[in-house]
């Protein structure tokens, strides 16, 4: 910046300073014109602590004549006790004036400060003294402080006018709690039952308020006083809190039983049927031990189980009690008997044929008798027809008639016997006879050819005859071949045609009735077995030539693909020195002609072995100078593209050579 710029800068601060000095003197002169002294009287604590050090400060401000002054500062003495104070602890007011006087007065009145002050010049403003205390074991409450006289005077003993602001008003001695207990550290209670918790303080006269809290609601709640309400099963902890401190109480809940009931939906239950019974509890919720004991008061009327299962045994009325713990209930149960008067069957006779199953019903009388429903079926010739004796189940096994009887297990009550039902059954059977096996016949089968299987019971139609007929006989068949050189068969009626020519198949059929007798008939099928001559035969590719030393496979086709006759195939060769065969594997050894048959059918082929060709050795040049690689014809253009790739490079080399030196100088 230039010299005559700051010059400027200078002036405009100058004239800005003289300004405000200017504006400022009017101002002065008025605060001087309206002089008045305040006294205040402040604290460094609001809130106290018993034991704890208060330090109190009187200090004056707006003095501008006074040069003495007369100041009494009161306190409250149960509250606090003086450790020091006056002038001399740090007042700015005075400079160690001789004639200053600090009077401490407690002995004679006291909770009283009064000071003294007499100056040959006007005081200070700022601490007149500062007063430190000690908060007695005993105190409590507001602190009260003041200043009951604030006299200011100037050189000509005139008084000045003074103000007074105390911002120590708001001083409290607090006291916090150190401890606390409750009257009861555990409870039982029960669920709806209340009960009140004490909680003391210590010390007793304590400022703090108690608040109280629960850690389940849903177990135990309790109130601002302290009542703790019990409101289901469980386990809670009560905790009074107050400060920092705090005590619990463990509360465990129950739920005892009042009451229970027995439920049930059949008060009337026929003889033989149950009705379940089971308990409620009041409260359901209770923690009381829920073992239920069941009793019968009539155990040959009704009997009951462990769990409540009520069974009907005979006319006649019961009552059942249900106890748990010291509670019970009751419930009557009333047993009706209905007497069976008869039984009988669905059907009174019946007709099986041998082999058959079935079962007979039975119908009781009346339908809705209590009485034990189990019978016992018998038979009165087994070996006709059986029957189960738990199921009735009737089983057909020859022919002939029997008597089936169902007895029940409860008795009459006049014939002291049981209650019977009978039936007659009637077996039949159903023979295979001589018309019936004339009517076998074998489906006709149009081609039986050599190394094929046939099964001669599926184009056998005896299965049909047996099944249409119910044939009840025991079937058995047996096979024989005419001629097993053309045909065979197993024992399962499974034919293989070996060779062309005419074959019967035998069925010779065995039919065994239920007394053993037996009854043989016959049944024939003759075939014809046809085989499938070899036309010719074929290779399945062609080769014209081969190399010394190849080698190649030929296979044989043969047609038709299905013949019957033997396709072995026989190789040979014209010449195996020129070209060797084994099943069909070829291996040309030197040059040559050969040729080829195959079997009986014969196919040949004409394949030319040449020699492999020899490799000629690579011929080099040799120029006039005797080096390799002269360049021949057709080669200029490649020495010319050279020729000019030297030349770019030599320019470029040139340039920057140049450019090189104009930099270095």
Known sequence: MKLRDWKKQLALILSFVLLVGVCSIPATQKAFAAEKATFTVSADKTELHRGD?????VSMSGNETGAGMDIIFTYDADILELQKGGAKEGSVVFEAEKGSLFSDLNDTEPGTLHEVMVSKKILNNGTVFTAVFTVKDSAKGSVSTALTQTELTNDDYQQIDTDYVNQAEAVKVVISATGIQLDQTTLSMNKGDSQKLTASMTPADADETISWSSSDKSVAEVSNDGTVTAKGKGSAVITATAGSVSAVCNVTVAVPLNKIEIKGDKATIKKGETAQLSV????????????????SSDASVASVTADGLVTGLK?????ITATVGSKSAEYKIHVQEIKLTGISLNKNSLTLLKGKKESLEVVYAPENTTDEKTLTWSSSDPAVASVDAATGEITALKEGTAKITAATKEVNAETKQPFTAEAVVTVQENHLTQDLADSITFSKVENAVMGQKLDLIRIMNLEEILTEKQITDEVQVFWSSSDEKVAAVDEKGVAVFLKKGTVTFTAEITAIDASGKKSVYTA???LEVKDIPLESIAFDK?????????????????NPVDTTDDTTVVWSSSDSSVLSVENGALTAKKAGIITAKVGEKSVSCTITVKAKPTKEPVKVSINEGGQKGSPKTGDTA???GYLLLMLLVAGETIILIKRNKFHMN
């Open 53 to 57: 050090t208060v330090t109190y400060t």
């Open 280 to 295: 409620s509890y009041d409260p359901e919720d209770t923690t009381d031990d829920k073992t239920v004991t069941w009793k």
């Open 315 to 319: 006319d006649g009325d019961a009552t």
């Open 524 to 526: 024939e099928t003759t």
């Open 542 to 558: 062609i080769i014209k030539e081969m190399q010394e030393g190849d080698k190649d496979t030929l296979k044989i086709l043969c």
């Open 638 to 640: 490649k020495v010319l």
